[in-house]
């Protein structure tokens, strides 16, 4: 595709339950990049891949959220035993520069009851 | 911690009006800044881009402006039309992260009234 994939672009669950976000990069891009959304608010920086390289994890707002990059291409951003404070817009991006441009995927909307 | 922020949450013009949506950055490593727009539903859509050594840079009807000197940054839009109304976000990036850490501001929206 032409750009940034995420699926599903809606997830609603239960509490304690746990989520696995997707994100397809633009091909070629090698940085990865996975923001969180808050209703109404700015972009909380989570984590960035370069290749499959995860150097900076320090943005996972904790031990219950991890990501992870195969092939150089697709990543996944894991939800462990969810929490009502996790409901947010999760959005990815990539670029082929850096610093540069980065390519937004249109998000994928989590609500967690 | 470092954050990026904005002098005011909303902003409301008429159309055909010039708009000026205005940021402050706390990082003095910051050496690159971008300003997004983002739609209701979508992601952020790269507007403008600016590093540190320029003062200014102009695009088709926007314009940024980078004083260092008190860390500001602003995005200028000329003639602003109603398809310009979004949440305008700026984000910054510092040498120190190698690049990748690109960390956003809270926004603004912005409103054009016809």
């Known amino acids: 595709g032409a750009g940034v994939s995420q699926s599903p672009s809606n997830k609603v669950t239960e509490k304690g339950k746990d989520v696995e976000l997707r994100c397809d990069p633009i091909?070629?891009?090698?940085?990865l990049y996975w923001y969180r959304q808050r209703l109404g608010q700015g972009l909380e920086f989570l984590i960035y891949f370069q290749g499959n390289s995860a150097p900076d994890k320090s943005g996972l707002p904790s031990d219950r959220f991890s990501a992870e990059r195969t092939g150089g291409s697709v990543s996944t951003l894991t939800i462990q035993r969810t929490q009502q404070e996790d409901s947010a817009v999760y959005l990815c991006?990539?670029?082929?520069?850096?610093?540069?441009?980065?390519?937004f995927g249109e998000g994928s909307r989590l609500t967690v009851l | 911690g470092e954050s990026v922020g904005l002098h005011l949450p909303t902003l409301s013009v008429q159309e055909g009006d010039n708009s000026i949506i205005n940021c402050a950055y706390s990082n003095s490593a910051s050496d690159y800044f971008i300003w997004y727009k983002q739609e209701s539903g979508k992601g952020p859509q790269f507007i403008i881009d600016i590093r540190s050594n320029m003062d200014k840079r102009q695009g088709q009807r926007v314009t940024v402006l980078l004083n260092k000197t008190v860390k500001h940054l602003s995005l200028q839009i000329a003639a602003t039309q109603p398809g310009d109304s979004a949440v305008y976000f700026c984000a910054e990036n510092n040498r120190n992260t190698g690049g990748f850490k690109t960390i956003f501001g809270a926004g603004t929206r912005l409103f054009v009234k016809a």
């Open positions: 091909s070629g891009h090698t940085a």
């Open positions: 991006a990539s670029s082929h520069l850096v610093p540069g441009e980065l390519f």
